[in-house]
């Protein structure tokens, strides 16, 4: 079960540890918004990019799965949650399932509040929707979904590409758009997060409403 405590007052809200920067500009979409605690479902929380968010560009998701925990203790006291965020996919991966069991397990015993965020296959899979905005991101027509049906990227009546990475990598080659880990921050900065279906961001989600829940903002105003 996922619980809320109140934290320190000397103590940030909440320390993500990602795996590239591509996830960090992710979370700076989705964060950046205006009220996005609103769309999150869930009380405010600050979040501070320069602050809150650690990149392991050397290990990557390798380097988070081994040494998560590790990266983390020079954070513990300072902040009163923790999140992990990488990739499933990557040489020698055990599986989301392991990845997520492996880092908790080594968290336990220094965080009392945290959440390990495994994305599965990897972030790319946070991006599809059938939303116009990817369409004016990507600078490819609006039917892109129709032409990644066809080329075989994206069967009908699925929710997202069965490989996430290879359809963004088609659309981009097809309309010659260079790849920027900034445009993951300008995907989520505009795509519907409750439209979102993924597993892990919901799973994320679901730690953020219950670490900082909406109904408490309301009761101490009432």
Request: glycine fraction near 6%; include cysteine; proline fraction near 6%.
């Amino acid at each position: 079960m996922i619980s809320s405590s109140p934290r320190s007052s000397s103590q940030r809200d909440v320390v993500f540890l990602v795996a590239d920067a591509g996830m960090e500009q992710m979370l700076r979409g989705f964060f950046g918004r205006e009220r996005f605690h609103q769309s999150l479902r869930c009380g405010p929380f600050s979040f501070d990019p320069a602050l809150d968010v650690i990149v392991d560009t050397q290990g990557r998701d390798p380097g988070v799965y081994l040494r998560a925990h590790q990266i983390l203790s020079a954070y513990e006291g300072r902040y009163a949650h923790a999140v992990v965020m990488l990739d499933a996919a990557w040489e020698g991966s055990p599986g989301a399932v392991a990845i997520r069991d492996d880092i908790a397990e080594r968290m336990k015993g220094s965080w009392e509040r945290f959440a390990v965020v495994v994305i599965d296959p990897e972030l790319e899979a946070w991006v599809w929707q059938d939303s116009p905005h990817l369409a004016q991101v990507l600078k490819c027509p609006p039917d892109f979904r129709a032409i990644l049906e066809r080329s075989g990227h994206w069967p009908a009546n699925t929710l997202k590409p069965p490989d996430p990475k290879a359809a963004l990598d088609h659309l981009r080659r097809r309309y010659r758009v260079k790849a920027f880990n900034a445009d993951f921050g300008k995907l989520a900065a505009k795509i519907s997060v409750r439209h979102c279906q993924d597993a892990a961001f919901n799973y994320l989600c679901d730690h953020l409403r219950a670490w900082f829940p909406a109904n408490a903002v309301t009761s101490e105003h009432s």
